[in-house]
């Protein structure tokens, strides 16, 4: 995937309902890394990140993994729209 930096990108990920909560917690304190969104109708969770800091988002996400387990599925260009 060619990534462009003043795009913005999804990204869904696998994690159990009752950790979103704790997720939500940790994003807040990386200011503006990552918009966490929705539950999809396949239970992934929807996170938006501006392109030029897709890189960064995905090492924090490995990096917190360990106390909030999760895993990147899918990542795809933002269609514009929530």
């Not at 913005?8 to 966490?36: F, G, P, R, W």
């Not at 239970?43 to 988002?57: A, R, Y």
């Amino acid at each position: 995937m060619i990534l462009d930096k003043f795009k913005e990108y999804d990204l869904y990920l696998k994690i159990k309902s009752e950790q979103i909560h704790t997720l939500c917690y940790i994003v807040e304190a990386e200011d503006n890394l990552m918009n966490i969104r929705h539950l999809s109708k396949g239970g992934l969770l929807k996170i938006i990140v501006p392109g030029d800091m897709l890189n960064e988002s995905l090492k924090f996400l490995k990096s917190i993994s360990n106390v909030v387990p999760l895993k990147v599925v899918e990542i795809c260009e933002n269609p514009g729209h929530t």
